[in-house]
């Protein structure tokens, strides 16, 4: 027996005007001055619109949300541990569909979405994540990325860039680069480990447009989707608070960061820059990368010229070139 379980289409935006003005992420919270997450989660919120259900595991954006039994949400949220996330959302989305089937809920499915740091995606959170996936759950899982541990003191992460001081990866004499690995290419991580994965997209919160229509497509489809959001954190970061929207920019437009969607296997690069900026351009106003020599710059020079050449042609990033 095929069961409707009323699936919402949410329509793309043309503008960002014609976004419904109500708000789902509310005053309230706790985080920095010019938190990159917040903005995203406003954002993420925004798109989704009010029939939605946010799993929060733990990090910033639980911590700073969510203290004296007061949170800033006004669509349903729970809290999950950082280990699983995906876990918790595979179980959410499984009851909604039991309940629809014994016809004991009739209302709109709701939009089921993880909302978790780079630590609670594919770190720590990683093998709840690909489960769900693998399962075939109707969820969007979005990795909010920070670059880095912030939570718990700006620990490095797995998506934390070469190069950067962290409280874990402190430059000295015998290390003077701080951080000597290259970051995971999580995008990639989900495109090639989940055949039920059919679309995969990365965004910024300086693109907030591309980021709201990138999320309503995510959500339309059946089946689990990923999207990957650069969402600069000014305390980890090391910049003015008044810059997160620009370092978001800065990302993009010196190759850093790439924006772009797979959509059952094929590519789309947006916000593509005409011509691409130095990276030391993006690297100049965080004091997490002050410490770096010249030859450090050009070894990440290196590795971001390597990914801009794919975003040329329009393939695949692949795993990157190790650096020596």
Not at 133 to 141: E, I
Not at 208 to 226: I, W
Not at 259 to 279: A, D, L, R
Request: hydrophobic share 35%; aromatic share 10%.
């Amino acid at each position: 027996m095929k069961v409707d379980y009323k699936f919402q289409k949410l329509e793309p935006a043309k503008s960002f005007k014609a976004i419904n003005r109500a708000e789902q992420y509310v005053p309230g919270h706790r985080t920095c001055a010019g938190c990159g997450p917040a903005l995203n989660y406003r954002l993420v919120a925004k798109a989704a619109g009010p029939d939605t259900i946010f799993i929060g595991p733990t990090g910033c954006m639980y911590v700073a949300n969510a203290s004296y039994l007061c949170t800033p949400y006004a669509v349903s949220w729970i809290h999950a541990q950082i280990t699983n996330g995906g876990a918790v959302a595979s179980g959410i989305e499984a009851a909604y569909k039991v309940m629809a089937k014994k016809k004991k809920y009739d209302g709109p499915f709701p939009n089921i979405i993880v909302m978790a740091g780079d630590g609670g995606s594919i770190d720590i959170g990683l093998q709840a994540m690909s489960g769900m996936m693998y399962r075939n759950h109707k969820v969007l899982f979005i990795c909010y990325d920070n670059e880095s541990y912030a939570n718990t003191g700006i620990q490095t992460s797995p998506t934390t860039p070469y190069g950067a001081n962290t409280t874990f990866t402190p430059p000295g004499k015998e290390i003077p680069e701080g951080k000597v690995l290259f970051p995971k290419y999580v995008p990639q991580m989900v495109i090639g480990g989940h055949p039920a994965v059919k679309y995969v997209a990365t965004t910024t919160i300086a693109h907030p447009l591309d980021l709201v229509n990138k999320v309503r497509k995510a959500l339309s489809f059946e089946g689990p989707t990923f999207l990957h959001m650069l969402a600069p954190c000014p305390k980890g970061w090391k910049f003015d608070e008044k810059l997160t929207r620009e370092m978001a920019k800065l990302a993009v437009e010196t190759g850093m960061w790439s924006n772009f969607e797979w959509e059952n296997g094929v590519y789309k690069y947006t916000n593509v820059p005409k011509k691409y900026k130095p990276i030391n351009e993006y690297m100049k106003n965080q004091g997490r990368f002050h410490h770096l020599k010249a030859e450090h710059i050009a070894k990440m020079q290196a590795f971001v010229d390597e990914r801009i050449g794919k975003v040329k042609a329009n393939v695949a990033i692949p795993i990157p070139t190790p650096q020596q």
